[in-house]
């Protein structure tokens, strides 16, 4: 006779095979592949920490990005970050901000040893509520990347750390999580990221003719390397990206070659060194109009849905509006156009006005409150991961509109044509 025991082992071990096979997991799917591409706002340079500056806002879609990017159980608030801002002005009473010049005119004494004293117990409170926020940032389970962002290059679970470096995150992270929630099956982001790179040079697509050396290049003495490192990042990145394309079981556990992947979509974040020269700058439009379908050949994806960021370094709709690189990534996606799947998405529409307040109070005297909700430059968008994860967000909003041939997707969310948000 069978025991009662063993026919529980028998029950068990069937229900096991059953939700095996009948999850989502192993069901086969394709792996939805989305390449991201750009210089060093694609890059990324927000530490994580500053994601938090969200919780600034009242903003109901604010919201539902700190419930996207925060796990349930971090406990992070309004209060719990204005508290980490009023510690930061403490600090910068003290210290006189990022020289501690209060500090070093400060006479040797007991006053003084108290006052270091004071500072390192706040400072030390300041760098844990910091690593804190780091840690309490979701790790995906189904998304997975392989990223090249300067000296940055790993690969594994989408999670903080695909940035400038391991702390930081660039647009990728909200993209890959809100993607996640819009589409089914095994999500992979490939993304090939170097900053200080143009189009018209260094990422130049082959339609768009041979690179024609100004003047002062031609009589450089370094015109043959000039020539020869033309289209050098277009070249590293179709490389990175076929290199992922050829072994993608070892970049997505789920990838089942009877499924085999698609290419879903692309992601473009570029333009601030196109700014600085007429002949870069007044071929933007042509030069992205070729870059997207010479993309679309060199994967064999006629369609391929392409997204393009907006650059938005100069904030205010006017200055963006003046700039020729902004307006010549616009009137790409327009030639092209909804119908040819191609959008832009406005970058400045996203931006952190909070910590630009903040900066604008004269960051070094200010650092530790300024260090809460930015870490870099204007031209890296204050660093702020309130501004990343916005901007991620509203490409991914984007990527779905083209993806399921949607357009108030795309026309009726504030993220094309400059329409405002109104963050913070």
Excluded at 162 to 176: L, N, Q, R, V, W
Excluded at 226 to 251: F, G, Q, Y
Excluded at 383 to 396: D, E, K, N, Q, T
């Amino acid at each position: 006779m069978i025991s009662s025991a063993l026919i529980r082992t028998i029950v068990l071990a069937a229900m096991t095979s059953f939700i095996l096979v009948a999850s989502p997991v192993f069901s086969g799917e394709k792996v939805k592949v989305f390449i991201l591409a750009g210089q060093s706002n694609m890059v990324g340079h927000a530490r994580a920490h500053t994601i938090a500056t969200l919780l600034a806002s009242d903003k109901a879609r604010d919201k539902e990005l700190i419930r996207l990017v925060f796990k349930q159980s971090s406990g992070h608030s309004k209060a719990t970050f204005e508290k980490q801002l009023a510690l930061g002005r403490k600090l910068d009473e003290l210290t006189g901000g990022i020289s501690f010049e209060k500090i070093k005119a400060l006479s040797p004494g007991p006053k003084k040893t108290a006052i270091e004293a004071h500072v390192k117990e706040l400072k030390e409170t300041h760098e844990a509520y910091k690593q804190e926020v780091t840690s309490s940032c979701v790790v995906s389970d189904r998304v997975y990347i392989n990223s090249i962002a300067d000296r940055n290059v790993r690969s594994g679970k989408l999670a903080v750390g695909y940035g400038g470096d391991g702390k930081k995150i660039g647009p990728e992270y909200a993209f890959g999580l809100s993607i996640a929630e819009k589409i089914d099956g095994p999500i992979l982001i490939i993304k090939t990221s170097w900053g200080g790179k143009s189009l018209n040079y260094n990422f130049r697509p082959p339609s768009a003719g041979t690179y024609e050396l100004s003047e002062k290049e031609e009589s450089s003495g370094k015109a043959e390397e000039i020539r020869k490192n033309a289209s050098l990042n277009w070249r590293m990145m179709n490389e990175a990206v076929h290199a992922v394309l050829d072994n993608l079981k070892d970049n997505h556990p789920e990838y089942n070659a009877d499924a085999g992947y698609e290419i879903a979509g692309f992601v473009w974040f570029q333009g601030f060194n196109d700014q600085f020269s007429p002949s870069f700058r007044d071929n933007y439009k042509a030069n992205m109009i070729s870059f997207i379908k010479d993309v679309r050949k060199e994967y064999k994806v006629p369609n391929l849905p392409f997204v393009i960021g907006v650059l938005g370094t100069g904030v205010t709709a006017e200055k963006v509006a003046g700039n020729a690189v902004s307006v010549g990534q616009r009137e790409a996606a327009r030639t092209l156009g909804f119908t040819e799947k191609v959008a832009a998405v406005e970058s400045y529409t996203e931006y952190s006005h909070f910590s630009n307040e903040i900066f604008k109070k004269g960051w070094p005297k200010h650092f530790h409150e300024w260090d809460t909700v930015g870490s870099d430059r204007p031209y890296h968008y204050l660093g702020s991961g309130a501004f990343f994860v916005r901007l991620g967000a509203a490409f991914a909003d984007s990527m779905t509109g083209l993806m399921e041939k949607n357009e108030e997707i795309i026309m009726g969310k504030p993220f094309f044509e400059g329409k405002q948000l109104g963050n913070e």
